[in-house]
């Protein structure tokens, strides 16, 4: 005779195959980046986000809200406390109207510490490549999402990261076509970056994320999703009779 706690753990295991598909689902947001959790000094910039301007941010439903002015160095955002290759969709608006401002995905990986960028729009091109003396140069163009992005890495030497004082690299992307809602395949950007000898490791946080210094002003307010195209409806749980 079949023991009433055998059928009990059988069971179990029956609803715990179904509650974990291996299908891809929504995700929810799990991390923000605050001025409390963005890194202290994170560039060589002499102001930082608490003595430079006025920075307010707050998070919405799906989403942040920020609007600065006169800023020194901030970067504030939203996203997932470990990088994926999700699609990140994003919706709803960015503009500047002062200073140098990227708005951005933006995370960090570790063994190799890399910190990386899909940036979207931005204020000026010229900043990137190795501006402000960090040496790097082009690695190649990657066509995506409907525009051309231009690849770049740089070196940054006992800088500001998430494991305090190191030196690494930094992987960008930036999109010649500017916009502020869309989707970003971002396997698209590590496949190229990883082709031009540009390999990330394991994947910490990764965020949508406005960037602003230099007098910086405008205003961020956008909505995030893994925007997955054809979303599949949750396994039913199994049901007894
Ligand atoms: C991202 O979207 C593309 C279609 O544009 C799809 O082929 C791919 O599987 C998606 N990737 C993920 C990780 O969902």
Request: no cysteine.
């Amino acid at each position: 005779m079949v023991s009433a706690s055998y059928l009990f753990v059988l069971f179990s295991a029956f609803v715990v195959a179904f509650a974990a598909p291996t299908t891809l689902e929504e995700e929810d947001a799990d991390y923000i980046l605050t001025d409390r959790n963005s890194l202290v000094k994170r560039q060589d910039y002499t102001q930082n986000y608490k003595t430079g301007g006025n920075v307010q941010f707050s998070t919405t439903t799906d989403g942040y809200s920020v609007t600065f002015s006169g800023a020194a160095d901030f970067v504030v955002g939203r996203g997932w406390k470990t990088g994926t290759s999700r699609n990140i969709t994003y919706t709803g608006a960015h503009k500047a109207t002062a200073g140098t401002v990227t708005f951005q995905v933006y995370g960090w990986s570790k063994n190799p510490l890399v910190e990386y960028y899909i940036i979207e729009d931005y204020t000026s091109a010229s900043q990137f490549g190795g501006g402000g003396g960090a040496g790097g140069g082009t690695k190649g163009t990657l066509t995506v999402d409907g525009s051309d992005y231009t690849i770049y890495e740089t070196t940054r030497t006992n800088d500001p990261s998430i494991v305090g004082t190191s030196t690494f690299h930094q992987y960008i992307s930036v999109r010649k076509d500017k916009r502020q809602s869309g989707t970003i395949t971002t396997q698209a950007h590590f496949d190229a970056w990883s082709a031009a000898g540009m390999k990330l490791g394991t994947m910490d946080y990764q965020v949508l994320s406005t960037e602003g210094y230099n007098n910086a002003a405008g205003s961020t307010n956008e909505k995030l999703s893994t925007g997955a195209a054809s979303a599949v409806a949750p396994a039913a749980a199994p049901s007894s009779t």
